[in-house]
């Protein structure tokens, strides 16, 4: 099953399970079924209950607070993720505040889907990665969307949070399969973290990689390339929930080289409160501190070979372990 038919079943599921959840977005409604087909099918089962929107992110963020706040359950889609800065008051001036400043905690039951990154073509305007604007704002959870991680089961997480979520979707993945890895990658579970290891490469990797779900792919192809030219195996950690981050879920995986690569530009990223929450927890275990990885600090170019070189790619991230092993 493709990422974007697993997303698509999750929302199904969500709405023959709660008869208090709506969908809302633009252009989302049969035959169109959304930019990227993930609401397709839902306005012709729950037409009372799956929305279409006017182009404006901020309304339907609201409305989908507002739905929330009283006892509903909201999914919102921003269909292109770039756009979720136009709701940035209403996620963080409204409901993210609304869960606690009224006195006391009141369950908000929402979610706010971004399709983000690039690699796709879209050019400037529609392929960034904003995760790192939302980083640190109480009352609000980051997750993002990952291969390894069933869609069905990451909305029961968000959900059970009872506070507003973002869930970042990046969008390469939509075409990818579910859990398929080539057979040189053997991949298990530890709660919310997806491990993946070199296949009988030992308990002990030469270097970890975090990494949230949208750079998986990139990792695994500099982890093939490592193990299969230099001899050097990687581990990939992959949580789903960004923000905030169960570090100490981290810790029994890491080794004593540890890198975070993300799509997004460098500054105030979430690489940066990863490194920051593992430097206080195990900086005497670690050979040098958390390297970051990430794009140039560059619009993103629409043409693939101009986007090509701006975006972190396996490259970049092949280069980077071998730069952090040299010391």
């Known amino acids: 099953m493709r ?3 697993n997303l698509n079943a ?8 709660d008869p208090t959840a ?3 977005g633009e252009d989302i409604l049969d035959p169109y079924g959304g930019a990227f087909k993930v609401t397709k099918g839902l306005s012709t089962r729950f037409p009372e209950r799956v929305i279409g929107t006017p182009i404006s992110e901020g309304a339907l963020t609201g409305v989908a607070a507002g739905l929330a706040l009283t006892g ?5 889609e921003i269909m292109f993720g770039d756009f979720v800065a136009l709701a940035f008051d209403q996620l963080c001036n409204f409901a993210s505040k609304s869960v606690s400043m009224y006195g006391k905690r009141l369950p908000l039951r929402m979610v706010v889907r971004c399709p983000t990154g690039g690699g796709r073509g879209y050019g400037p305007t529609h392929s960034q990665s904003l995760q790192k604007h939302f980083v640190g704002m109480p009352g609000l959870s980051l ?3 990952s291969p390894f991680h069933d869609n069905r089961a990451v909305f029961a997480a968000m959900l059970g949070q009872g506070e507003p979520c973002v869930f970042f979707e990046d969008k390469v993945l939509y075409t990818r399969q579910m859990e398929r890895v080539d057979p040189l990658f053997l991949v298990r579970r530890d709660g919310d973290l997806a491990v993946v290891d070199i296949r009988d490469a030992g308990d002990r990797p030469d270097c970890v990689v975090i990494a949230p779900g949208g750079m998986a792919h990139r990792v695994l192809g500099a982890m093939r390339s490592l193990m299969m030219e230099e001899e050097i195996s990687v581990r990939l950690l992959v949580p789903s929930r960004l923000y905030p981050l169960d570090a100490d879920a981290l810790l029994p995986h890491l080794g004593d080289v540890v890198l975070v690569a993300e799509e997004s530009t460098a500054g105030g990223t979430w690489g940066s409160e990863v490194a920051h929450l593992l430097h206080a927890r195990v900086w005497d275990r670690l050979r040098g501190p958390v390297r970051l990885v ?3 600090a560059s619009v993103i170019p629409t043409a693939a070979h101009l986007e090509n070189e701006v975006l972190v790619g396996e490259s970049t991230i092949h280069h980077a372990v071998r ?3 040299r010391g």
């Open 3 to 5: 990422v974007a038919e």
């Open 10 to 17: 999750a929302l199904h599921g969500l709405l023959d399970d």
């Open 22 to 24: 709506y969908v809302l």
């Open 72 to 76: 509903n359950t909201a999914v919102a």
């Open 143 to 145: 997750y993002e969307m």
């Open 294 to 296: 990430h794009s140039r």
């Open 323 to 325: 730069e952090a092993l």
